[in-house]
């Protein structure tokens, strides 16, 4: 089941950060080890039961991880931004592949009507600040949509490249613990998850998307360049900044 509801951009007051008995070195030694699935398995079902959200974009990549989810709890919290500029395409996939997987816990978030009419009334923000633009959209909304929750699942892998090139699976994300379960994973591998449990792609791919974002500033990635090359064409920002605007402690 899919919800949708619009987040103002009046922040709420987020619970406490993680106990101090949560070393994250110790827990990442702990956890090193394990299989994609098991680390899945032990965060969801055993370390931080009823403590997890996952975050997707139901983009060209989110079905691996999503299945993964659906394997272990598909009630696992699932949060999806719509931030109005995004692909028919997209919406229609979410739809599908919620039904296909069994999810039963999609929550999908927007930014209120009232925050796009004060600081967006043209709807041309994403021309000349992104950055802003994205903040309106996808950081605000997500922001609130992780209150309450001290876990987060990310569906970010390496060979995005960028900022991501160097991506633990483990991480401290201001006050979440967050857990990059495919950071390793190879476009390879990627592709072989699909393959061997059938899942649905994205109807963009077949026209050349390897990454799906907003529909004015996403294009065709091309062959060649970085899985991520079609966002944000013609500028230097490579992420929308819900992964950026933070701090971070990795374990060392």
């Excluded at 592709?191 to 998307?209: C, I, N, T």
Aim: glycine share 8%; proline share 10%; with cysteine.
């Amino acid at each position: 089941m899919s919800t949708s509801t619009p987040v103002s951009s009046e922040l709420v007051t987020p619970p406490p950060p993680l106990p101090p008995a949560v070393n994250i070195n110790a827990l990442d030694r702990l956890l090193s080890p394990l299989t994609t699935e098991q680390l899945l398995r032990q965060v969801i079902l055993d370390a931080f039961p009823g403590r997890v959200v996952v975050t997707t974009s139901f983009g060209a990549e989110s079905a691996v991880l999503l299945d993964l989810i659906a394997g272990i709890d598909p009630a696992t919290p699932v949060v999806f931004l719509d931030t109005g500029y995004l692909f028919a395409q997209t919406l229609t996939y979410r739809d599908s592949l919620v039904r296909h997987l069994g999810l039963t816990d999609v929550r999908t978030v927007a930014p209120a009507p009232d925050d796009l009419a004060r600081e967006d009334p043209q709807g041309d923000l994403h021309k000349h600040d992104p950055n802003r633009c994205c903040r309106l959209r996808k950081e605000i909304p997500l922001e609130n949509a992780l209150a309450g929750f001290d876990v987060w699942i990310s569906g970010r892998k390496r060979f995005n490249g960028g900022d991501r090139g160097a991506l633990p699976r483990i991480e401290v994300d201001g006050r979440y613990l967050k857990i990059n379960p495919l950071a390793e994973w190879s476009e390879a591998a990627i592709a072989r998850a699909f393959a061997e449990a059938s899942l649905p792609p994205h109807p963009l791919v077949e026209h050349g998307f390897s990454s799906i974002g907003c529909f004015p500033c996403t294009v065709p990635s091309g062959n060649g360049g970085y899985s991520r090359a079609g966002r944000w064409p013609g500028s230097d920002k490579i992420e929308c900044g819900i992964h950026t605007t933070k701090t971070t402690q990795n374990p060392s």
